[in-house]
């Protein structure tokens, strides 16, 4: 049996026991596990770990996917914050023909990574696809993806390497600190989104500025014509006079 076939096995085994309710996880109590991205749905007013891959999964309209990068046993580690998919697409206006999925990333805690690389902040967004999209579609609509062996390794960057790494005896808390997501702008909605009124203040009217324009100029270049004219005439007159005394 491959490798990845036996990381997905014991990961599908791991989350039967703990839906058939068999398996109990006290906190800081040491198990063997695994750090991985899990996928979930939120059903209920809380999150499910999914029975199928997410190329498996057609999510409905109005649905809530959600996926957690973190260290996990036999309790899988659910995001930390709730499906709300009001909050997430609320806004979004919905489209004929196309559906809208709230889709929750929480890429877990620095203690959940392994090449010590900081973790982003936990997002919400909401995803317009059409009705038959699966959830690696909608996934693969907010970002790159990087799949391996068909697990999904790293989203939109994160983690940069490794992949369904074993862990030996981790302690896992009963239960994480819940954190509020950034929400991201829709992604694939063809709606034009309605801009936020602004009042028409009409443009200023244009003042006449005299010291902007040449009229000042113009009047002075005038008034120095006007004055040579006038020297003009006034020698002429005299040279006249002078003329009839001789």
Known sequence: MTAHRTVRLVLSLLAGLLLAGTVTTTAAQAEDGYRFWGYYQWSGSQWAFAQKGSDGVVPKDGSVEGWRYAVGGAKPRVPRAAGDFNAICGTTPAESGKK???LVIDPGTQADSA???????PTGTCVVTDPAATGAKVLAA????RIEKGLTCGIEGYPETTCGQPVSKINVPATDAPVTLQIQPAVGSTAIPTATPQ????????????????WGGIVGLAALVLLLAGG????SRRRRSQHAGQ
Request: without cysteine; negative net charge; hydrophobic residues 35%.
């Open 232 to 235: 003009g005439l006034f020698l």
């Open 115 to 121: 090449t010590g690389q900081t973790p982003p902040a």
């Open 100 to 102: 809208r999925v709230a």
């Open 142 to 145: 907010v970002g790159p993806v």
């Open 199 to 214: 009042a028409n203040t009409p443009a200023p009217a244009k003042q006449d500025d005299d010291s902007s324009a040449p």
